[in-house]
């Protein structure tokens, strides 16, 4: 009986959580999108430069908020791009609590697996600055 009622846990949980990452990842294919299309229109009107080297891009996050306020399409298209790094790991952490919270310790591993991993991989790129 438990067998059972286990199966239908895992049932539950998984149904709960395939609509809430699928919530999540279309409103940040949204997001991507918006500011993706945003950057390539700024980037039209304004004509400005991509810059070639690290050292054109932001100094920090002043600069940077300099640079959206005065809609320029670099500071676009780094939002973009810091929606799809940050989309898949919002889905990741709220399917951690998901599963915390129905007590399914297996897929809560899982996800935290997975998280680690992501997370991992960022900040050892980010330290070495791999390409």
Known sequence: ??????KSKD???????????????RTGRYFILGFYLLGSIAF???????????QEYFHNFQHFLFSAYH????????????????TPLVSIFVLIFIFFKE???KFMVIAALVSFIIILSIVVGS?????
């Open 1 to 6: 009986m438990s067998m059972i009622q286990d």
């Open 11 to 25: 049932i539950k949980s998984s149904k709960l959580a395939d609509q809430t990452v699928y919530k999540i990842l």
């Open 44 to 54: 039209l009107l304004h004509s400005e430069e991509i810059p070639k080297t690290r």
């Open 71 to 86: 809609l320029h399409a670099r500071a676009f298209f780094y939002l973009g791009t810091l929606a799809v790094i940050i």
């Open 103 to 105: 007590r399914n310790k």
């Open 127 to 131: 330290i070495f600055h791999l390409r």
